[in-house]
């Protein structure tokens, strides 16, 4: 594999604009997408049929440039009209018909792209710890917006690669381990971006589940495994959202590329689950021109950069929808009904989002300070507290903390004094006014660049002004021995504690990296300052920054640990907010924290083997935990609040078509007022081969101190289904099933019962 140096590609910057939240609250039965009426005036139907029209007057010439890049100007691979923004891609559009060229961008957690001013959120992480369909639809609306203020009308910010390998140095771009949630929260997300008039993009399909060999290894995993994990999620995704777009990855899936895996591409994706807009290609994923395009796929991305052919980029990303597609369309190798096809979703799409008749123009500065806004709700809303008990001088748990009562806090390390830190990769949203921490030093070795972006939002300034009367100091955290000293005469000591990720390079460990894992963005030995710190400290607080779970051998020395993953331009703002209470907590894991590396289904990622055995099978995060009955540090679906919530009179039942209605009351049974994410989980019967148990539906509902609510919700007979393997097909069960409402999936208070289902 050529190494390419990606460091200069992933550059952004800030500016904002309003947003609407376009879906409604859950999305557990009926799609908060569009809905895909195909009547006779349906919006469907008349985006088939304008674009039918124009494919028929397009010349042969003209479709073959529409499904393909021209390279990518934010790597300065290719030349570029000046029209052309910075950006992963162009496609030039067809002028003579109204047909706008598309400039893509990525879009993570915000815009990526060179020399512009945009809002950094919190990583896709975060957004699916706040567990809120509502809350993603804004998101997706937010970076749209200023993708349309821009001129882009394309962002590739869909990650939805489910969490089956935690090292995954992408995880902080996904959206954690369960299919439900991840997928339910990439359509609501897929909604707000297309509700923007920006074409939305799901990816990496299909298991693309770790970084480690990513464009040479060969995913072998079973149907019933594939289908029953990480492609519910994209099936979710794609019938709910309706994105425009798909990516296809880089990998191979049980021995076909992705790329031009035609039971991927055309059997699942289009023809089982509907799908109508374009399969792209990740950036150098294609390998073939007939058989990918035969297979399914609709767009090569990014294609040659003109005159770009002695780029080292030439040979990585190839060309095989260029002048050899011409070639192979002439010769009937791929016959012209495919080209039509490929052109026809791509001109759907355009109708369809808005954007053929009204492209985005670039037109001005964004909205900062409607995206600072909307950074600090979601980054308070995702915050996970871990972790809150009283110290051994008071009954009252740490947090939050009072500054009335306090009169010394030291804060320690993590570079809690300059900003907060963010992923890498074409997932990374360049900081606004440079990098809040200078002087790192990326290793000539490294393929990705190993430098972490931080954002000019310090903690330390924000825990200041929550506390102007306490005596605030602040340790870097490179002398442990200082540190706990200090610990020791403070009233309180909070650690920062960061784990940095990437786009291209795995985790070795989910240990807290040190200097020698992370040289470039560690100086110290992270878990010795905290264990030296809460050895002497009265009161010690662990704030986390990172993309993946981290391993706390410190667990029990500590007092509180408050999650708050990648959390974006005002990250030190949210977190002195959720500090000192002025938010309350109310994210939940969407992935487990296990113990140690040792408890993980692959405790290391083979550099050697190339071929990747799901050979956990259904077992994917909590579900392996549950089945292997080991006891992770943190369950999937926990997190604490300053308010405490009970759970009380349950009620199930079935309609005819096997949808179950579950319905119990949450109460609020604290003084202050907090959000609770309530989970449902079914057993499914015995003899059916499935793990323990599945998250089948939720709420998050808000609550005075002391208010209840009654939460009902329908569980789509879906929910319940396997898998068969004989007719290919979902297939819901008959027998018992138990069902579990509670406060996480290993609620040991959870309220059960049961329903009875039919086959189905
Ligand atoms: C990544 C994609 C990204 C693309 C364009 C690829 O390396 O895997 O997620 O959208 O680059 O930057």
Not at 203 to 225: C, F, G, I, L, P
Not at 259 to 277: S, Y
Not at 419 to 426: A, C, I, L, N
Not at 559 to 579: C, F, K, N, R, S
Request: proline share 6%; glycine share 10%; aromatic share 6%.
């Amino acid at each position: 594999m050529v190494q390419i140096d990606f460091d200069t590609r992933f550059r952004p910057r800030l500016k904002h604009a309003a947003i609407v939240a376009a879906c409604g609250a859950m999305v557990l039965l009926a799609s908060c997408g569009h809905s895909d009426p195909l009547t006779p005036t349906g919006p469907d139907t008349v985006a088939d049929e304008r674009a039918a029209t124009l494919v028929s007057q397009l010349t042969t010439t003209e479709k073959l440039q529409l499904v393909h890049g021209t390279g990518s100007p934010t790597l300065g691979y290719g030349t570029f009209p000046p029209e052309a923004l910075s950006g992963a891609s162009y496609i030039p559009g067809v002028p003579r018909l109204g047909i706008p060229a598309v400039s893509s961008a990525d879009s993570a957690a915000g815009v990526n792209v060179n020399n512009a001013r945009v809002t950094a959120l919190p990583a896709p992480v975060a957004l699916a710890s706040s567990w809120d369909p509502a809350l993603a639809t804004e998101y997706g609306a937010q970076i749209a917006t200023e993708l349309r203020t821009l001129g882009y009308a394309e962002g590739l910010g869909g990650g939805v690669n489910l969490a089956r390998e935690p090292l995954d140095g992408r995880t902080f771009e996904y959206m954690g381990e369960d299919p439900v949630l991840a997928g339910t929260l990439s359509a609501a997300r897929t909604t707000g971006t297309q509700s923007q008039k920006v074409i939305a993009t799901i990816k990496h399909y299909a298991m693309n589940d770790q970084e480690t060999n990513r464009t040479v290894s060969n995913s072998e995993v079973d149907e019933r495994t594939m289908r029953e994990t990480e492609l519910l999620a994209f099936e979710i995704g794609v019938k709910q959202g309706q994105p425009g777009n798909v990516m296809c990855s880089y990998n191979l899936v049980n021995g076909v590329y992705a790329c031009e895996n035609a039971t991927l591409l055309t059997n699942i994706l289009k023809t089982e689950w509907g799908f109508k807009g374009v399969v792209q290609s990740d950036w150098g994923a294609t390998h073939s021109t007939a058989p990918a395009a035969v297979a399914g796929l609709d767009e090569e991305e990014p294609g040659l950069g003109v005159g770009a052919e002695s780029s080292p980029f030439a040979s990585y990303f190839g060309s095989y929808f260029d002048s050899k597609l011409t070639a192979a369309v002439s010769s009937g190798a791929v016959p012209m009904a495919r080209l039509n096809d490929m052109v026809q979703r791509k001109l759907r799409t355009l109708i369809r989002v808005g954007i053929l008749d009204s492209p985005p123009k670039p037109s001005g500065p964004i909205d900062e300070a409607a995206g600072n806004a909307f950074a600090l709700t979601v980054a308070q809303q995702s915050a996970v507290l871990l972790k809150n008990s009283a110290p051994a001088i008071s009954a009252q748990a740490v947090l939050p903390l009072s500054a009335a009562s306090l009169s010394s806090i030291v804060v320690i390390g993590g570079h809690a004094d300059a900003g907060v830190m963010s992923g890498g990769g074409s997932g990374a949203v360049p900081a606004i006014d440079g990098n809040a921490v200078s002087g790192c030093q990326a290793p000539a070795s490294a393929t990705f660049g190993a430098c972490a972006t931080w954002y000019k939002s310090a903690p330390l300034a924000a825990i200041k002004a929550k506390a102007p009367n306490v005596n605030v100091t602040y340790l870097d955290g490179t002398n442990a021995t200082t540190a706990a000293n200090a610990a020791a005469a403070a009233d309180v000591a909070i650690v920062f504690a960061t784990q940095w990720q990437t786009e291209g390079v795995d985790l070795p460990s989910l240990g807290l990296p040190d200097n020698t894992v992370d040289p470039s963005n560690e100086s110290y030995d992270q878990n010795a300052l905290i264990q030296a710190v809460a050895a002497k400290a009265k009161r010690v607080v662990v704030v986390l920054e990172n993309g993946s779970p981290v391993l706390m051998p410190w667990i029990g020395n500590v007092h509180a640990v408050l999650e708050t993953w990648y959390p974006g331009i005002q990250g030190g703002q949210a977190i002195a907010d959720l500090l000192f209470g002025d938010a309350n907590p109310s994210g939940k894991l969407p992935i487990s924290f296990p113990k140690q590396d040792a408890d993980l289904p692959q405790p290391v990622i083979s550099t050697a083997d190339l071929n990747v055995q799901y050979s956990e099978g259904l077992l994917m995060g909590y579900r392996w935990y549950d089945a292997k009955q080991i006891e992770p540090q943190f369950p999937f679906g926990y997190g604490l609040s300053y308010t405490t919530f009970s759970y009380s009179g349950m009620h199930a039942s079935t309609d005819s078509a096997g949808n179950v209605t579950v319905s119990f009351t949450v109460t609020n049974t604290g003084n202050r007022p907090g959000a609770e994410v309530a989970q449902v989980y079914a057993a499914l019967p015995a003899g059916l081969g499935e793990p323990p148990k599945r998250l089948v539906g939720w709420q998050k509902v808000a609550l005075n101190g002391g208010a209840a609510q009654q939460v009902t919700m329908t569980i789509p007979a879906q929910r319940f289904a396997t898998w068969d393997v004989n007719q290919h097909a979902w297939k819901v069960n008959g027998g018992t099933y138990t069902l579990l409402a509670g406060t996480s999936s290993r609620d040991t208070n959870a309220l059960t019962n049961s329903v009875t289902l039919s086959a189905h």
